[in-house]
């Protein structure tokens, strides 16, 4: 600790590296201490303006006050008032009601500590959602144009990462667009389905608001009502306890982290096809790969997102352990828990789709490696087409089978022990068995008859199901993102 009256160091100090180092601005401040204690004091101010409008005795100069010090936050104040009364909603109100003496009396009238707490979380993870959505619309954008520019470049498709029939280099990318737009789907639906706790009292009976308004239920249902509206939201949730269930942290949370799979998926396959030398992430003209090997050009942005994306993936276990636990209309162990990994979820996919948006911005595309791979490999797979070839030519095909059965194995030890390439097709121009269909060769290879349907599947796809789907975020799309770091 620094002495008192020195300037403390930052660097002495922890500090998340997902703030520090990666994340947005905006996404930070969401999360901030400022952001979290001006929305109490707005809470607040929703309370009072609707307690008047409602008949309590709460004067416009009032009002006015709290108007004019939302912002106006003495956290050192707040700091020593916490430490001494050890109760962080407390230690605000005093602190308002320091610089708000005439609305002292009224400012936190009837509510309990959940009124500013869960209100404020669901504020902030509503404003999250929509801080993610436009990055996450980016991201699927870029990726769309880019499988609509490589719709039908022929590559080699993988199962079990072992070589099976052609695809195309669109086609592929849509796979992972389509993870992409489910996950678009599902942070929407959460964003959507979230309420507002609004007023609701001590144990969610709303009992204190009852006695204020001398059982008047009709005022008490138009003051849960009001503030609900003021805050932002269409509903409020009718049933609470202290809290707002905490299983609403488990959809959150759930949402995060499939999409956090999706771009684990991603990133490994871009890391992979990295290795084969066929698609690369963006690499900087000085950047350095490794600092012993300097022909190196790791996929350190790929790697990134993979890294942050399992820690975003493993939060969702807090929420579900949090609301497993709940004990009757609520228990306290919630709150440190909440605090880290509600964040922390929101700050970590944050970083990996600014990340991805500009992997996708700058994917470097090597054609003649993709071309070399498919060469080495489309001969064993075209057999099935030389072998109808010849019948149309009047073969047997049993002999022609047996003849390429024999062919095939040859070519493959000299690619296998040997280390040579592909030589199946010179061995079929120079055996005079195949002699009718030699003309042929050229056309039953060519890589785009092997690729079926790609190229339609990705102009389908990308106008009937992503176009419109980017629709609501068009005016968000922005330029490219440059990387801090």
Request: glycine share 6%; with cysteine; proline share 4%.
């Amino acid at each position: 600790m620094a002495a008192p009256g020195e300037e403390e160091d930052v660097m002495a100090r922890y500090r998340s590296p997902l703030v520090s180092r990666y994340a947005s601005a905006e996404m930070a401040y969401n999360f901030s201490e400022r952001k979290k204690f001006g929305t109490w004091r707005r809470l607040w101010l929703y309370l009072a303006q609707a307690e008047k409008s409602l008949g309590l005795p709460i004067t416009d100069e009032q009002i006015q006050e709290m108007e004019k010090n939302l912002d106006n936050i003495d956290f050192k104040m707040a700091a020593e008032e916490e430490k001494k009364l050890r109760h962080d909603v407390m230690a605000h109100v005093h602190t308002f009601a320091h610089c708000c003496p005439k609305a002292a009396a009224i400012i936190h009238l009837g509510a309990t500590s959940c009124y500013v707490g869960d209100n404020t979380d669901l504020i902030v993870l509503r404003d999250g959602f929509n801080l993610l959505l436009p990055k996450l619309a980016r991201v699927i954008s870029r990726l769309a144009d880019f499988a609509e520019k490589y719709a039908d470049m022929p590559t080699l498709g993988f199962t079990h990462y072992q070589p099976a029939q052609l695809t195309t280099v669109g086609k592929r990318c849509c796979l992972w667009i389509q993870d992409l737009c489910m996950d678009l789907q599902n942070l929407e639906r959460a964003r959507d389905d979230l309420r507002f706790r609004g007023v609701k009292g001590t144990t969610g009976t709303q009992a204190s608001f009852l006695q204020l308004f001398e059982g008047d239920h009709s005022k008490v249902e138009e003051l849960d009502r009001l503030v609900t509206a003021k805050a932002g939201f269409n509903r409020a949730y009718m049933v609470t306890g202290q809290t707002y269930s905490r299983k609403v942290d488990i959809g959150v949370l759930s949402v995060l982290a499939s999409l956090g799979a999706s771009i684990h998926k991603i990133c490994t396959d871009i890391r992979l096809l990295a290795n084969l030398k066929e698609i690369e992430e963006p690499f900087e003209k000085d950047q350095i790969g490794s600092s012993a090997m300097p022909y190196k050009r790791n996929p350190m942005r790929s790697e990134r997102c993979c890294s942050l994306a399992r820690h975003l993936m493993t939060l969702v276990m807090d929420p579900l352990q949090t609301a497993a636990v709940q004990w009757f209309e609520r228990t306290l162990d919630d709150s440190a828990n909440r605090r880290v990994c509600l964040a922390e979820a929101f700050l970590t996919a944050d970083i990996i789709l600014s990340t991805l948006q500009n992997v996708s911005e700058g994917l470097v595309v090597y054609p003649k490696v993709i071309e070399r791979r498919i060469r080495q490999e489309l001969p064993f797979m075209a057999t099935e087409n030389i072998i109808m070839a010849m019948v149309k030519a009047g073969g047997n095909r049993q002999d022609c089978h047996e003849k390429i059965r024999v062919l095939s194995q040859q070519a493959a030890a000299v690619v296998k022990q040997e280390g040579g390439d592909n030589d199946f097709i010179a061995r079929v121009r120079a055996d005079p068995y195949f002699s009718p269909i030699h003309k042929q060769l050229e056309s039953l290879l060519d890589p785009s008859s092997f690729t079926g349907r790609a190229p339609q599947q990705v102009a389908k796809f990308l106008k009937e199901e992503v176009r419109p789907a980017l629709v609501p975020y068009q005016s968000k799309m922005g330029g490219k993102i440059e990387l801090a770091l």
